[in-house]
């Protein structure tokens, strides 16, 4: 007959394993339904934005030809556009990770399973801090960066800012001057799979600041 302690044993070894089948395949699912929520609001954020500066939604703006500007010295806020319910600030392009997502104005953990939000300051003030979940539709992929990498970000006046990364660290969760306070014009940053570290990606300004040109 069986030993008992080898059966229960088993029993519990099967049901870890159903468990962890069972969350990954809800990570997946969270996944995929993260992407496709922010796949729809990028194309609503951008369509604003090439709205406010008279652009058609076919074209894009050249950072290179278009015209530097100085920004507002006189307002430092971001401006804010109200889209189906959600503010947003503009969105975030990542070209070595092929990446382009909306961010949000404000940031909560309902939020954060939608698309990537504004934790703290501006691209103004040159000190913007943006958050975002380790989906690998989000921000899952921060750590293959490498320094030198392009990070951009368009606001919601077309004003296109550009950056390059600086450094790529793990951080532990309770590091939280270190982000907010970091000196840098730009930090990018999500949690770790499990949750133990955070991972931020540093970034300073490379060019001056651009506007998407008028048609």
């Not at 969350?23 to 090439?50: C, P, R, W």
């Not at 001057?177 to 490379?206: H, M, P, W």
Request: net charge negative; with cysteine.
């Amino acid at each position: 007959m069986p030993n008992r302690k080898g059966i229960v044993f088993l029993i519990i070894g099967a049901v870890l394993i159903i468990s962890a089948l069972l969350l990954f395949f809800y990570n997946q699912k969270e996944n995929v339904h993260a992407g496709q929520e922010a796949e729809t609001m990028l194309s609503d954020v951008q369509s604003v934005i090439l709205e406010r500066v008279n652009l058609p939604v076919s074209e894009t703006g050249d950072p290179d030809t278009a015209p530097s500007i100085e920004p507002d010295i006189a307002n430092q806020e971001l401006p804010i556009a109200l889209i189906n319910g959600y503010e947003y600030v503009g969105y975030i392009s990542i070209p070595s990770l092929e990446i382009e997502l909306p961010v949000m104005a404000t940031w909560d953990y309902d939020r954060l399973k939608l698309a990537p939000c504004r934790h703290f300051g501006s691209s103004k003030t040159d000190d913007l801090v943006i958050a975002a979940h380790n989906y690998e539709s989000h921000f899952g992929q921060l750590k293959e960066l490498l320094v030198g990498d392009s990070v951009i970000f368009t606001d919601m006046d077309g004003i296109v800012n550009t950056y390059s990364v600086v450094s790529v660290e793990k951080l532990i969760p309770s590091e939280v001057e270190t982000v907010q306070k970091s000196g840098y014009d730009l930090v990018l940053y999500t949690c770790t799979k499990g949750g133990q570290a955070r991972i931020a990606v540093f970034c300073d300004r490379n060019q001056a600041r651009t506007l998407l040109p008028e048609n």
